[in-house]
């Protein structure tokens, strides 16, 4: 089993910036695709960002790129996603989750293809 918390959402108004920390406990992610979604008011869980196993290989969503940016620390058993330049279309509750592929260089964007998730922390962007 593993156990993923994230933290570091809250309330920042446009331009601003916040870090998201996910800290997994249990198994390690070690080597594990690790993913960003996000779900907002009345909308699907969508994909954010993603890291490979090595953290050689990352990807994002279009709406996100250049602004957020995905990192991992499996020394601490952590993923990062600095948001900078954030707007009120970023508005959501923000996911870790760890692919069910252990792999260096795979990435994936789907949820179903995630085993493990988080409970969520909420963004909130004022305009």
């Known amino acids: 089993q593993v156990q993923l918390v994230e933290s570091g959402g809250g309330l920042v108004q446009a331009g601003g910036s916040l870090r998201l920390s996910c800290a997994a406990s249990?198994?390690?992610?070690?080597?594990?695709?690790m993913g960003w979604f996000r779900q907002a008011p009345g909308k699907e869980r969508e994909f954010v960002a993603v890291i490979s196993g090595s953290g050689l290989r990352t990807a994002y969503t279009d709406s996100v790129k250049g602004r957020f940016t995905i990192s991992r620390d499996d020394a601490k058993n952590m993923v990062y996603l600095q948001m900078n330049s954030l707007r009120p279309e970023d508005r959501a509750v923000y996911y870790c989750?760890?692919?069910?592929?252990?792999?260096?260089?795979?990435?994936?964007?789907?949820?179903?293809?995630?085993?493990?998730w988080g409970q969520g922390t909420q963004v909130t962007v004022s305009s």
């Open positions: 989750a760890r692919d069910d592929v252990r792999a260096l260089m795979a990435i994936s964007t789907t949820p179903s293809e995630y085993d493990y």
């Open positions: 249990g198994r390690v992610i070690k080597f594990y695709t």
